[in-house]
């Protein structure tokens, strides 16, 4: 007899519950600590999901707050129309202010070169409110998309900006096109979220080839937390795919440090680290000792990727940390 997906995915929740917090069993039993927020509701801006705008020129990242409906909010806060813009978007469980979201935030200000902007919707994306999280994303596509408007409205080129999304993450800056009259120019996908998309989301509503000119996707835990096989134009299936080698302790915790370890990946290229990665077979993750190299140059992996790049891409890249992630 066969285990329905959906009673794997609240098991895994069950499981990182125990792992995961100081009050154990105790906090699982509280009502409130099960109490998940679910929008019923498709209007923008929402309160739970705020927009932040990061600029180089601030010796200590300083976030300052966006209200789309302010014309004058981007000026107030120091946006440069002749830069490039980055959009970055947390998934489940996630935050703009925790690792390793700041990780990959301070690379790009490191750079001096972007005006860094965060979407955080951690009020409706909370542990251990997966299946509302889910659903929450599109109301998140949304009011993502009404940021990008609202930049390009203000001088921002889409042909300079970028949405960088990590698990679900990835899938909203995917979302965002529902709500675009203009194709998006690249997006990164790190370790785009598997749980409950694979089997129950549409097109319009996970992240395909066909939101942006160029998307480009990270598989670090391929097969468990995240998406399996080639989804972008260009993907790279980094050590293997599954299992990233820095990742130590039990199962669930090498899942959960070998997910997040895709945004440490790319903020290593956004600094400047030169990480090369050979064309291979498009399986991923590789369950054989081979990864299916396959003739061709090899290409840089993560910020400087060509924007011309399609197929896959294998690369080993052994850390000896893992991913630091709150």
């Known amino acids: 007899m066969k285990i329905s997906y959906i009673w794997i995915i609240l098991l895994l929740v069950l499981c990182i519950s ?17 109490s998940c927020r679910l929008k019923k509701t498709y ?8 927009f ?24 107030i806060a120091g946006f440069n129309p002749h830069r490039k813009s980055v959009l970055i978007i947390h998934g489940f469980n996630g935050t703009e202010s925790k690792t390793p979201m700041t990780t990959l935030r301070n690379a790009y200000l490191f750079r001096g070169d972007h005006n860094v902007f965060t979407v955080d919707y951690q009020p409706i994306a909370r542990f251990p409110c997966y299946l509302s999280a889910l659903s929450n994303t599109r109301l998140v596509g949304q009011c993502a ?5 609202y930049i390009m409205d203000l001088g921002g080129r889409a042909e300079k900006t970028m949405c960088v999304g990590h ?33 129950f989301a549409t ?9 942006a000119h160029q998307v480009e996707v990270f598989h670090t835990n391929a097969g468990i937390l995240g998406e399996v096989n080639r989804i972008g134009h260009v993907d ?41 990665a050979s064309p291979c077979a498009s399986d991923c993750p590789k369950r054989k000792n081979s990864w299916g190299l396959l003739p061709g140059r090899s290409i840089p992996m993560g910020y400087d990727t060509p924007f011309t790049a399609r197929g896959s891409y294998c690369i080993k890249h052994i ?8």
């Open 236 to 276: 790279f299936c980094i050590n293997g795919g599954t299992n990233q080698p820095g990742c130590k302790g039990h199962k669930l915790k090498r899942a959960r440090c070998s997910h997040f370890q895709s945004v440490c990946f790319f903020a290593a290229t956004v600094r400047g680290t030169s990480l090369k």
């Open 319 to 326: 850390v000896d940390t893992d991913c630091p992630f709150n």
């Open 203 to 211: 097109r319009e509503f996970r992240l395909t080839t066909e939101d």
């Open 18 to 34: 125990l792992q995961s917090t100081d009050s154990g069993i105790g906090n699982i039993l509280d009502i409130r600590y099960w």
């Open 52 to 75: 932040y705008l990061y600029v180089p020129e601030d010796k200590a990242p300083i976030r300052k707050r966006i209200d789309v409906r302010n014309p004058l909010a981007l000026k």
């Open 43 to 50: 209007s923008c801006p929402d309160n739970d999901i705020k």
């Open 167 to 199: 698990s679900l993450g990835a899938h909203i800056c995917g979302m965002m096109s529902n709500h675009l009259t203009k194709k998006q120019h690249r997006i990164i996908g790190l370790d785009p979220a598997r749980p409950l998309i694979s089997r």
């Open 145 to 149: 998309a009404q940021l990008y408007a």
